[in-house]
């Protein structure tokens, strides 16, 4: 079982209108509404894969009763609610286990409008409800509870006020303690914090390894992050990929072609398969190709943060995957 | 007690921003949600002047439950929950009480993003949900039962889909044959087949006079849409105030100055203005007075859809009512 922590989920509520017009009246597609947050996007791929997948965090409110009637269709064969044609994509979703733990504030929304003339989506997110004490503490024995069971733990996006900017790092620590493997995928503080406890796995962005190492230049950057405590960095960058930089040894993985669609959830995609491709003991040739697969074929769907899976089927044996060599932590003089 | 029927009630959740930029994502304020839609836009403005209201039309799903609850709310002093600083009208709201007809269906939402740097607004407007026979026909069986007991019925908006296009003109038959005075407001094909059913007033603004009558020229439109079936008719004309054509006289009522604001609700509030004066037995000139001063205080609150009583009591006194005298109601030949 693998267990997706998401401290600041959210209901994600999309709507399509012909053409955004600023400061005029529009009126919208039906809603689709799905649950949202890094982590609950991440849960509902490696469900998909086919992957036994706890989801924690919290949920609360109207919204959060909203998220959970929602995360309780995906087993149902459904991948998002109120979709009109076209918005269901081919993810045959497994179900993903609901062990949200319930607030006294309400889940935040997102609300993306997508412009049917563009292709373009302007987003409005709500900030995170507070999450008191006494709910980190529930979360907390209920998360020891799930980790001895668990095969790994993915801990993701960002932390909803209330919460201390070192609770990734607690979490990790814990799941260290239980010996099961842990990805943390976050950025900022609780990501440098989160470094100190030394998970297994990050996956940072080059915008998210740059601000966490002043180093714009990603192989240098990851060994730096290494050096702070990172077992193994996946740095996603885009169009080129991934670097892996692990005690293994480091890899460069890419997409067969420059592809274009939503990238919405991409990320997420490949944390999925860098989770899922460690419990079932692949390599990291193996890993690395199916994250990229993955995230291509979740740019290519036609819904945000779906993904296609003929085309994840076919790119799968398409990504390239070269060993590189290890960079030195320090950059070498060149005058 | 005055009933206000909102057939297309909504759940409607403001945001803002600093800046709306097209094709970006935002951070956005915390959600002001309130029930909206006409009818119930009416019925706080009389609840506040003291009015007992009953509110009904139909509410539904996880939207219509938060709809109640804001509803619910608006006794306990609130007039908006979520409000940040500044977002809270002198409104002193009194109770609405909730009639409101439970649904399979879910409330719409409108979502209305203002920009910070222009003060504008730009809304997405959800679609109603289909109201089946069995749902309308409980809502027929509470709204006779209400008429027992009613002073005026105000029947607002669009109708949601499922609905005849004649719903509006069975309920003004309903309301005659109870002796209750009832008041239109309404647009298109609905308002064209309400005429018939002879309500005691409509509240057109030109836009819709026009659409109704074919005519531009508001007094001939007025006296046009009486000869199909209203006994009055009150045209708002934005900032040329209100045309009065009735079987009393004619009048024109205009705000002392011209305001600049947010003018949603303002026709709402004309609304409740017209009908608390209507029945607390004011006299022509008395009930226009009143509605414009309601509309010119909402357009000056700082939330939309409120209503500044400061302002509102201190233009009463400054509302200039001119008696004018009776248009054709086919025009002279000019030629």
Redesign the interface.
């Known amino acids: 079982m693998i267990i997706t922590v998401t401290p600041n989920a959210a209901l994600d509520i999309t709507?399509r209108?012909p053409r955004?017009?600023?400061?005029?009246?529009?009126?919208?597609s039906?809603?689709v509404e799905r649950p949202g947050g890094k982590g609950l996007n991440v849960a509902r791929v490696l469900a998909a894969l086919g992957h036994r997948t706890v989801a924690t965090g919290f949920a609360g409110g109207?919204t959060g009763?909203?998220l959970r009637e929602r995360l309780a269709e995906l087993g149902a064969g459904g991948t998002a609610t109120g979709a009109g044609t076209g918005t269901r994509a081919d993810t045959r979703a497994g179900s993903v286990e609901d062990a949200l733990v319930p607030i006294a504030g309400t889940t935040r929304?997102t609300?993306g409008?997508v412009?049917d003339a563009?292709g373009?989506?302007?987003?409005?997110?709500?900030?995170g409800p507070t999450v008191t004490a006494g709910e980190w503490a529930a979360f907390l024995t209920g998360y020891r509870k799930l980790l001895a069971g668990a095969s790994a733990v993915a801990l993701c996006g960002s932390l909803p006020p209330g919460l201390p900017v070192g609770s990734f790092a607690e979490l990790i620590r814990e799941a260290r303690t239980a010996g099961v493997p842990v990805l943390l995928d976050t950025s900022g503080e609780p990501l440098r914090r989160g470094l100190a406890a030394r998970p297994d796995l990050i996956k940072p962005n080059l915008d998210e390894l740059t601000q966490l190492t002043g180093s714009t230049q990603p192989a240098q950057a990851a060994e730096e992050a290494r050096r702070r405590g990172a077992r193994a960095v996946a740095a996603s960058l885009g169009p080129e990929g991934i670097l892996a930089v692990t005690e293994d040894g480091c890899w460069q993985a890419l997409p067969p072609a420059r592809l274009s669609g939503n990238p919405t959830g991409a990320g997420d995609s490949a944390v999925a398969g860098l989770l899922s491709g460690l419990v079932e003991g692949l390599d990291w040739p193996g890993r690395l190709a199916r994250a990229i697969a993955l995230s291509a074929a979740t740019v290519l769907a036609p819904a945000a943060g779906e993904f296609d899976r003929a085309a994840y089927e076919e790119l799968l044996g398409q990504v390239r995957v070269t060993a590189v060599p290890r960079t030195a932590s320090r950059p070498a003089t060149t005058s």
């Open positions: 709507y209108v955004l017009r600023p400061h005029t009246t529009h009126r919208v039906e809603p109207s009763d909203v929304r609300i409008i412009d563009t373009d989506t302007t987003m409005f997110n709500e900030a």
